[in-house]
C-alpha cells in the first residue's frame, strides 16, 4: 500500500462488480434468487472484465481459489453424509434427554453441551440440522415449547464453532490465509470460546426464565431410536477421533487440513466397506462449495485490481497508531455485519486487507483473531446472521404453520429481544478478555 496508488478504472470495474454482486447476495429474500446464483455471476463479470482491461484472467481466477478450504468442507460434509443415517445422533439427543429428568435448564444445558462439542469438529449447519428436529420431537414429548431449547441450539452452535480451525467456514479461510495451525487456533480462540458460550446459556437462563420454570409432563421416550447401523457409528467415532490427533499434528506432519479430513474421508469408506459412495457424496452441499469458489474468484478479482490495497490505504494509519483499538473496533464492526449480512463474504473481502497490511510488516495477529471472533459471534445477532439460524427459524416456522400455533416460530422481533442481547453479551465477555491477554493474542503465530 504506497502512497503512489491512485484510483484507476480496473479499480471502479472491480468495485462496482463486487458491490453488485454483494448486493444480490444479501437481498435473495427480497429478489428470490439464490446468493450462490449471483456469486457466480459476479466470479464470471469479474473473470471476463479482467481480460478486457487487462488486470485479471482465468488463470489468476483459478489461482484465487483456496482449495483448502473447498477440500476440507467437502471432505468434512461426506463425513457426516456417512455418519447420519446410523442414528447415533438420534440415540445421543434421546439419552441426554432421559438424564435431564424434566430439569428444563439441565436439558438446555446439555442439549447445548452436545450442539457446541458437535460444532467444533462439524460446522454449525450441520450441527443444526441433525438436532433442530430432534429438539422438537424431545419438547413435543415433555409437552414444553421448543423455542428456548432451538433458539440455544443455533447460538451455542455459532458459538462452539468459532474455537476450532475447521468449526465454521470464515476460520478456515482465516486459517488458510494466515497459516495458522489447528493447535494455534484452539489455543487462541478455546478460553474465549468457553466464556462464551458459559455468558450464552445464563443469558438464555434469565431471558426464558418464564418458559424454563414450567413443569414439563413425564416424558415417553419409548419410541425412541436406537441405533440403526453402530458400526458405521463408531467407526466414525474412532476415525473422527484420530482426525483430532492428526489436526493437532498437522504442522509437524507438512500437511493442509484439507489433507487430514481426506485421509480420514479414505481411511472410514476402507473401514466401513458396505456405504454406498455414490449416496454419501451425494450428501455434499455442492451449492456451498461452488458459493466458496465464486467468491474467492471474485474477490481475486478485486484484488488484482489492487482496489482492496487502496482501501486498506485508508485504514493503514488507524491500526498501525493503535493496534489494540483497531482489533476491537474490527471485533464488533465484523459483528454487526456478520448480524446483518452474511459472514463469509464479509470475511472474503477483509482477509486480503489484512495480507495488505502484513505485506507491509505490521503485526496483524491480533487483527486475525478479532475478526475471527467478530464474524463468529456476530452470526448470533439476527435471524439471518449465520445458516444454521435461517435453519432454526425456517424450522420453527414449518411446525408453527404444522400446530396451528404461531407461537411456535422464531420472529425476527424474537431474536432481537432474546439472541440480540446474547451476542452484545458475547461480545463485551470477549472484548475484556482480549482487552486483559492482548500481549497473548498480539503475539505472532509461528506454526512449526
Known amino acids: 500500500m504506497t502512497a503512489e496508488l491512485t484510483w484507476n478504472t480496473p479499480m471502479l470495474v472491480s468495485a462496482i462488480i463486487l458491490v453488485l ?21 459476479g466470479a464470471g463479470l469479474m473473470i471476463f472484465t479482467g481480460q478486457w482491461f487487462g488486470f485479471y484472467g482465468p488463470e489468476q481466477a483459478l489461482q484465487s481459489i483456496d482449495w483448502n478450504v473447498v477440500f476440507l468442507l467437502g471432505a468434512m460434509m461426506t463425513i457426516v453424509g456417512i455418519m447420519i443415517p446410523t442414528g ?24 447445548g453441551t452436545a450442539v457446541t462439542v458437535i460444532s467444533l469438529l462439524l460446522d454449525n449447519v450441520t450441527t443444526v440440522v441433525i438436532f433442530g ?13 421448543p423455542i428456548p431449547y432451538l433458539l440455544a441450539a443455533a447460538l451455542l452452535s455459532d ?13 478456515l479461510m482465516i486459517g488458510s490465509a494466515a497459516h495458522i495451525d489447528f493447535d494455534a487456533f484452539f489455543l487462541h480462540m478455546g478460553g474465549i470460546v468457553f466464556a462464551a458460550w458459559l455468558t450464552i446459556l445464563y443469558a438464555l437462563k434469565f431471558l426464558f426464565r418464564k418458559e424454563l420454570s414450567v413443569i414439563p409432563e413425564s416424558p415417553n421416550f419409548t419410541t425412541r431410536q436406537e441405533l440403526k447401523d453402530p458400526k458405521t457409528w463408531y467407526t466414525s467415532l474412532w476415525v473422527l477421533g484420530f482426525m483430532v490427533l492428526l489436526f493437532i499434528f498437522h504442522h509437524a506432519l507438512a500437511w493442509e487440513a484439507w489433507m487430514v479430513a481426506a485421509t480420514g474421508l479414505t481411511l472410514l469408506v ?20 461452488i458459493f466458496f469458489v465464486s467468491l474467492f474468484i471474485l474477490v481475486g478479482g478485486v484484488e488484482h485490481s ?17 493496534l489494540l483499538m483497531a482489533s476491537l473496533v474490527l471485533m464488533w464492526a465484523s459483528a454487526v455485519l456478520s448480524a446483518l449480512i452474511d459472514n463469509i463474504p464479509f470475511t472474503a473481502a477483509m482477509v486480503p486487507i489484512i495480507l495488505g497490511f502484513e505485506a507491509q510488516g505490521m503485526n496483524v495477529t491480533p487483527l486475525w483473531w478479532s475478526l475471527a471472533i467478530g464474524v463468529g459471534m456476530g452470526g448470533n445477532g439476527s435471524h439471518v446472521g449465520s445458516t444454521a439460524n435461517v435453519f432454526i427459524v425456517t424450522l420453527s416456522e414449518r411446525l408453527a404453520k404444522d400446530s396451528g400455533n404461531p407461537d411456535l416460530a422464531i420472529t425476527p422481533g424474537l431474536w432481537f429481544k432474546k439472541g440480540t ?10 472484548s475484556l478478555m482480549f482487552w486483559l491477554f492482548f500481549d497473548f493474542f498480539a503475539a505472532p503465530i509461528h506454526p512449526h
Not at 159 to 171: K, S
Not at 276 to 281: A, K, N, P, V
Not at 421 to 430: G, H, K
Open 21 to 41: 454482486t454483494f448486493l444480490g447476495i444479501f437481498t435473495e429474500g427480497v429478489h428470490g434468487f439464490h446468493r450462490t446464483k449471483f456469486a457466480m455471476l
Open 88 to 111: 447415533g445422533f438420534q440415540a445421543l439427543a434421546y439419552h441426554i434427554a432421559e438424564y435431564s429428568q424434566g430439569k428444563l435448564f439441565l436439558l438446555m444445558m446439555l442439549m
Open 133 to 145: 428436529p430432534l429438539i422438537v420431537l424431545i419438547c413435543q414429548a415433555l409437552k414444553v415449547s
Open 159 to 171: 458459538t462452539g464453532g468459532v474455537a476450532t480451525l475447521v468449526g465454521d467456514p470464515p476460520n
Open 270 to 289: 476402507f473401514l466401513v466397506h458396505h456405504i454406498d459412495l455414490d449416496e454419501s457424496f451425494g450428501t455434499l452441499e455442492m451449492t456451498l462449495l
Open 306 to 322: 489492487h482496489f482492496l490495497e487502496y482501501i486498506g490505504s485508508f485504514i493503514q494509519p488507524f491500526v498501525a497508531s493503535d
Open 421 to 430: 442481547p446474547a451476542m452484545i453479551l458475547t461480545l463485551l465477555v470477549s
